[in-house]
């Protein structure tokens, strides 16, 4: 009940096409749930988040979707760039953990020149 | 401000070892999270720290132990060390303990090869 499920595993786009990455969870308690993008050699930075109470978030090309009745949530990256070839995790968090990350499996995406 | 700061950044220790990794959390911040990622398993929650008390615990062995000092920087020790350590740890700071505030800041992570 504490997973999160992510898919795909992988991913290729072609430039200025849009990226789809979807996540499912169980546990109702999660109440927050950010995305991060990770290239090789780093740590993880956070690209965007979102809380329950909302559906959508949008921050520059990236954007979020959330399904609270789905129990799912997707990020959606818009006009999509080789520079945005990383691997991509979504994340949630149980309410009263604050900062208990339960992560996904990761995508890896590839956008093609 | 600077960011997390993570030292070694690389480690090969024996088998049976002990090890120690630090972290220098963002200035400002006051709560540390440590994760472990392998290929297998991902990214796994070890535990955070917040004003030098353990908030929270993942489901990790106790020979994963860790520790936060009144400056906030913290650090993570394992001991007896089995080949499956090894890993990429990284730790992660976030601004307040509150629960209104939940962003966290990975730093580049210590990579620990046991052989």
């Known amino acids: 009940q504490q997973q999160v499920k992510q898919s795909p595993q992988s991913l290729i786009v072609q430039k200025g096409g849009i990226s789809i990455i979807n996540c499912a969870y169980e546990n109702t308690a999660f109440d927050y749930f950010p995305w991060y993008q990770q290239f090789p050699g780093k740590g993880p930075a956070l690209l965007i988040a979102i809380r329950p109470d909302v559906s959508e978030k949008k921050e520059g090309r990236f954007t979020i979707s959330f399904n609270k009745s789905a129990k799912q949530f997707s990020l959606h990256i818009m006009d999509s760039q080789p520079g945005d070839s990383a691997t991509y995790f979504c994340?949630?968090?149980?309410?009263?953990?604050?900062?208990?990350?339960?992560f996904g499996t990761g995508t890896l995406l590839a956008v093609q020149p | 401000k600077a960011g997390v700061t993570q030292t070694p950044r690389y480690l090969i220790k024996t088998r049976g070892q002990q090890v120690t990794l630090s972290c220098s959390p963002i200035s400002g911040h006051r709560s540390v999270s440590w994760y472990q990622q392998t290929p297998g398993q991902g990214l796994q929650f070890l535990f955070e720290y917040f004003s030098e008390t353990q908030r929270n615990k993942g489901n990790f062995p106790g020979r994963f132990s860790g520790r936060q000092f009144s400056n906030s920087r913290s650090e993570m020790n394992v001991s007896t060390l089995e080949l499956g350590d090894s890993a990429l740890y990284l730790c992660?700071?976030?601004?307040?303990?509150?629960?209104?505030?939940?962003?966290?800041?990975f730093g580049p992570g210590t990579r620990l090869t046991v052989t």
């Open positions: 992660a700071s976030s601004p307040t303990g509150q629960t209104s505030s939940y962003e966290q800041y």
């Open positions: 994340a949630a968090s149980v309410r009263g953990a604050t900062n208990k990350l339960i």
